[in-house]
Each structure stands twice: as C-alpha cells, then as structure tokens.
C-alpha cells in the first residue's frame, strides 16, 4: 500500500520533461500536466529526477492535529493581545497623521498585524472578535439562525459591544483628503500640507488666501 504520492507544482515546472520518461505508470503525462494520483505508485522517482524541483512527494494520509497544551495556548494568547493592542496604536497614528505618508504606513502596518493574528488565533481555533469576518457571520445568522434556539438577542448586543476595526480604519482616499490637504504657494513654489479645516498659511513666506493654490 503505499504510503505518499507524487504532485507537481506548476509554476516550477520547466518543461523538461524527464518525469515522462522515468515515470513507471505514465502518471505524469497528462493533458493538464496535474500529476494522476491514481497512477501514481508513490515510487518517488519523478521528484529525484525533476531538475527544477517542481515534483514533491507528499503523505496519502496526514496526521491528526495535535491538541495544543495549556502553555502553548496561554502563549498563543499573550502574543494575541499584544497584536491587538499594536493594531489600535497603529490605527490612532494613522487617524493622527499630518503626512499621507505616515497615513499610508500606519494603514499597512495596521491591516499587516491584523494578519499576523488572525493566523495566530486562527491556529488557536479562534475569530477575532473585532474583525469584519466576525461581524459579517452574526449578521447573517441573525438573519437566518443556525439553530432553531440561536440566541439572536445576544449576537446583536455583540454587534453593538464589538467595534468593526475593518470599517474604523481609514482606508480610502476620501479619509485621506480629509487627513490632510496640499497646497502650492504661488509666491514662493512651496508645496505643503495642513490638515483639513486649519487655515494654509505658506511656511517658508507665509503667504495666504489668493496666494495658495490647492492642489491634488
């Protein structure tokens, strides 16, 4: 019985071809270059004869996942709470930020811890709460409950309790035209910015009104 069995990664496949010449059972040659499992005798000799190393030998059966013991739970907990306290500071520098620079780099910095937790509470079997994902499913099962004794009244007080970091974040461009606002003093040639609602007033003639053309 055997035991693993070949596949074939595309985007390494350079065409050469060796595995049809190697191959035993003729499972490599196919019209969608997709390796035929069922042919395939797990013999691995297409993998050691692939020169670009696209072919990999992968278990017919995976094992069970491993239960996570307490200390690694507790672990995967910590480091949870500390990305999420690092993606609400990185979302206030965002809404804070005078430069469309520091807007745009905060913004990243934010959605990319963001990541990081969801896989790390993924891996721990759980959602974040804060997240679209989140606020997407409540809603539909209030909509259409998966259990006839769903407690709808609970999931919209969570609705209400649970902020939507993915609707907070500023994330477009009309957020960012109200961050902050460019002007080019027709003075001096001066391009700066200030931020939404403050008078421009140029920082290197100070000129104002008339004088300031705003662009972008």
């Not at 595995?19 to 050691?48: Q, R």
């Not at 403050?198 to 290197?204: D, G, I, Q, S, T």
Request: proline share 6%; aromatic share 4%.
């Amino acid at each position: 019985m055997k035991t693993q069995i070949a596949v074939r990664n595309l985007r390494l496949c350079t065409k050469d071809c060796l595995c049809l010449y190697v191959c035993p059972t003729g499972a490599s040659d196919t019209e969608n270059s997709i390796i035929d499992t069922g042919k395939c005798v797990g013999c691995g000799v297409c993998a050691k004869a692939c020169p670009s190393g696209a072919i990999s030998m992968v278990p017919v059966e995976y094992p069970p996942q491993q239960k996570k013991v307490k200390e690694v739970l507790e672990v995967s907990y910590a480091l949870s709470g500390n990305k999420a306290k690092e993606e609400k500071i990185a979302l206030q520098l965002a809404q804070s930020a005078e430069t469309d620079g520091l807007y745009r780099l905060m913004t990243a910095a934010a959605k990319s811890i963001r990541l990081v937790n969801e896989d790390l509470l993924r891996e721990s079997g759980y959602m974040l709460p804060q997240s679209g994902n989140t606020h997407k499913l409540l809603r539909e099962w209030m909509e259409n409950p998966p259990t006839a004794d769903f407690p709808a009244e609970a999931a919209e007080k969570l609705l209400e309790l649970l902020p939507d970091n993915d609707q907070a974040a500023p994330d477009n461009d009309q957020a960012r035209e109200k961050l902050a606002v460019t002007y080019r003093c027709t003075v001096c040639g001066h391009v700066f910015q200030v931020p939404d609602g403050e008078e421009p007033v140029c920082p290197v003639c100070k000129a104002s009104g008339d004088k300031l053309e705003r662009i972008g």
